[in-house]
Every structure is written in C-alpha cells, then in structure tokens.
C-alpha cells in the first residue's frame, strides 16, 4: 500500500495483501472498488450501523465521529473509508501509523486539513507513542499543542484545527490502548464474508472487468476466496487469464476448476503460507502446542503476519485454535493435509464439532 506521503509498506506485498502503487494490480483494485455504502457488498450489519452515522452527521453538518474499522486484511477497510468521504462529501486524506513517527508529522497532516476532512490512518495500531498523545487531544478538542523548544525552555503552542473525522483502520485491534479506541465514536468490526456475499462481489467484479462468469464458476472461486473480497478479485482474474488463454474466453466451472488447480489454491483457499503454517505446526510440532513466534520462524515469516493474515482464517475454518499454551492444530487440519494425529497429540484434546466436520475454534 502507498501512503499520500509516498511511503509504501513493502512488507504486505503478498497475495492477500494491498498491490504496489502504480502496478496493473493496483489499478484493477481500485477499478473495483465500490464507491457507495449501496454498492458495499455485504457486512450488513456494519453498513447498517455506518450509514446511520454518516445520515446524522450530514443533517447536523458538522464532522462524523471518529470511526475505527478493524478487520483482518483484504475485507474492505480502505474501500469503506473512500465510502465514507464520499457519502459525506468530503476530500479524503491517507496516512498510515508508520508514517507517523513523530508527533510532528501529524502535526504536519492534521494542520493542513481543509473542515469536515476525513484522514484515514491505516495501520493505526504502529503509530508512535508521541503521535498517539497528540492524537487523543485532536480527535476530543481539535486542538493539538506543538511542543517548541527542548529542557525546562520547552513551551506548548496549542494549534486549533478544523474538525475533521477520523478514520482508523486496524488490523489488531486489540493492541489498540484503552484511551484511543475510547476515542471513537464507532467501531465496525469487520469479519470474513460469507460464500453468497463473495459470489455476487465476483459477479460484480465480472461485469465490470467484462468476464463472462457462469453462476457455478462464481460458486467454485467464492468457495476458495478465504471469505476475502481481494482474493475473490485476484482469483477471479487470474481465473481470466486462464480462460483468455487456454479457452474461449468464457469462465464456466470447468475452466474455473482447472485455473484455480493451476494456481495451487486449494478447495477451501488456503495458499501457500497457510499451508505451510499448517504443515510446520503438524510435521515440526506434532501439532502443538505452540508459540506464536517460534511457529513464525519456522516458516520464515514476521510474526505479526502469521498473527494477523494467516492465524485469523484458520481459525475461522477451525483448523488451528489459540490456547494460552500456545496454537495447537485440530483434528480437521490434521484431515485436511491427509494426515493423521498421532495418539496423544493436542488435537485429541480439542472436542471436536461432529455436525461441522471440525473443531469449533479457540
Ligand atoms: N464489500 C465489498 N464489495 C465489493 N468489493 C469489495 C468489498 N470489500 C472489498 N472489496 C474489494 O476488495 C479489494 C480490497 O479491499 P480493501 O483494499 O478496501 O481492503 P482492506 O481491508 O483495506 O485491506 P488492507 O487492510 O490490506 O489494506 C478492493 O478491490 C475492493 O474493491
């Protein structure tokens, strides 16, 4: 992702996660993108809930409540908080928590905000200590004190902004502390969607792209989409590719199947990092129980990104739950990568979910 300031987040370049500024992919993405809370696609309730929000701001006139949206990646954040500057009819500014390091480049981006401006801070959880204090003041007072001066000389130069709302986006909401989530004045939780909603975002996307998708196609890519709205969008055009190239151009299950084999997605569209999460946790750890970041080096990634990418679907698809001993495997991951838990291994002490094939999640 690509911030207003030129800073790019090279670190969440991956399949699941926001495409380089300025590549076709980003292009495409942004093509994509609803661009009103009707044409938002699914989580209901949050639309719902959102809209109110921005009807009662419009007809008081003044600047919405703050809002935070807190989600794993790839279900809609930054679309919602283009949604939400254009609902309101205001400009829409982006910065992201790393970008503000010090108090003073927010001081930078809230002084220069036009009134009723929606700021968008993604990742607002890696923001720094000082810019989170001067935020606390911004969002409550509309104020921000610029500290001039270092030592017993130092004085603060209270600077008056105009209201604005912001909007966070988070993908750890939990890390967020107490004072700052307090802060908004709604929170949106946001969660996978379901398989209906994902099959008519594909139907939208297809229209828009032109991609002749028959019904049962959209039901096969909905199904291995990881309830994740990007990953629809690139299985759908990868699925494209195919068809150009191999058929007539017309994606119909056949097609579908056979790209999305090509593409190493498996039926329930877990990809290659969640795979290999799966499998070092069963083949390097019996399964668990195991730390998070010990799980992290094993396969060679961050562990914010194990956490944060991987961790929230397999838990949502009841192959992995977090015990306070650490992430254990259930009887389904077992079964899912053909393999068979030994006698005595954590997933035997999992109660398994007879009805629903898996263990319910931690
Ligand atoms: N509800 C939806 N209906 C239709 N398309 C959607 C919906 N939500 C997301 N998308 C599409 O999914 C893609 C990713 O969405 P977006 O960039 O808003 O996700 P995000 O949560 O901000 O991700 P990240 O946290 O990684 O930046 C976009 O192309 C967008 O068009």
Request: glycine share 10%; net charge negative; proline share 6%.
């Amino acid at each position: 992702m690509t911030y207003d300031d030129g800073s790019y987040d090279a670190s969440h370049d991956d399949r699941l996660l926001a495409p380089e500024a300025g590549s076709e992919e980003a292009a495409l993405e942004s093509a994509l993108r609803p661009r009103t809370l009707d044409t938002f696609i699914g989580q209901q309730r949050v639309k719902d809930q959102l809209g109110l929000v921005l009807e009662a701001a419009t007809a008081r006139g003044r600047a919405a409540d703050h809002v935070l949206l807190a989600g794993p990646p790839g279900l809609g954040k930054t679309t919602l908080s283009m949604i939400i500057a254009a609902e309101l009819g205001m400009p829409l500014r982006v910065t992201s928590g790393p970008a503000l390091q010090h108090a003073g480049d927010l001081a930078a981006v809230l002084s220069s905000l036009v009134p009723g401006e929606v700021l968008f801070l993604d990742e607002i959880h890696r923001m720094s200590r000082a810019a989170e204090e001067m935020l606390y003041l911004a969002m409550e007072d509309f104020r921000v004190d610029v500290i001039v001066g270092k030592g017993p000389g130092a004085t603060a130069i209270p600077l008056e902004l105009p209201p604005f709302t912001l909007v966070g986006a988070t993908t750890r909401a939990g890390l967020l502390p107490g004072p700052l989530r307090d802060r908004f004045g709604f929170t949106a939780h946001m969660d996978f969607y379901d398989a209906s909603d994902l099959e008519l975002i594909l139907a939208r996307s297809a229209a828009l792209l032109d991609v002749p998708l028959a019904a049962d196609a959209a039901v096969e890519i909905a199904g291995r989409s990881r309830g994740t709205p990007r990953v629809a969008n690139r299985l759908l055009r990868r699925v494209r590719d195919f068809a150009q190239v191999r058929a007539d151009g017309h994606v119909d299950l056949e097609v579908a199947h056979a790209a999305l084999t090509l593409y190493e997605v498996d039926e329930i569209g877990l990809d290659r990092l969640d795979r290999a999460v799966l499998t070092a946790l069963l083949t390097k750890f019996g399964g668990g129980p195991v730390g998070l970041s010990t799980l992290a080096v094993a396969v060679g990634e961050e562990s914010e990104t194990v956490e944060t990418v991987c961790e929230p679907f397999l838990v949502r698809a009841g192959l992995l739950a977090r015990t306070p001993r650490g992430r254990i495997a259930t009887a389904a991951a077992w079964g899912h990568l053909g393999l068979r838990a030994p006698a005595g291994s954590a997933a035997a002490l999992l109660p398994f979910d007879e009805d629903e094939g898996t263990a319910p999640s931690a």
